[in-house]
């Protein structure tokens, strides 16, 4: 059975620093499209940021300069480094994993998400 478990979110102040990770068992990942998703009250989920099969990488515009998404694909997990935070940031973050090297198809497997609140 395929999991994907995030955790590392919180609350911190606009301008701080989260370590999100995704911690994946039942599915090796190192040669997978994966990404970090996120989703705000009253929105639509959006994609945040991907690295794929080979470890290229796609931020979205909003977090591009700020996120950096990484793998460390013998320990199967997943990681976003977010710095200087802001209150739109504020979201409940979701790992998710697909079944292509790269990521041209849509995530197969999900976890079921870590909050990140930024306050102001």
């Known amino acids: 059975q395929v999991q994907l478990v995030e955790y590392g979110g919180g609350s911190v102040q606009a301008g701080g620093s989260l370590r999100l990770s995704c911690a994946v068992s039942g599915y090796t990942v190192s040669t997978v499209c994966m990404g970090w998703f996120r989703q705000a009250p009253g929105k639509e989920r959006e994609e945040v940021a991907l690295?794929?099969?080979?470890?290229?990488?796609g931020y979205a515009g909003s977090v591009k300069g700020r996120f950096t998404i990484s793998r460390d694909n013998a320990k199967e997990t997943l990681y976003l480094q977010m710095n200087s935070l802001r209150p739109e940031d504020t979201a409940m973050y979701y790992c998710a994993a697909s079944r292509g090297y790269f990521c041209t198809s849509g995530m197969t497997y999900w976890g079921k998400g870590t909050l990140v609140t930024i306050s102001s």
């Open positions: 690295i794929d099969g080979a470890g290229g990488t």
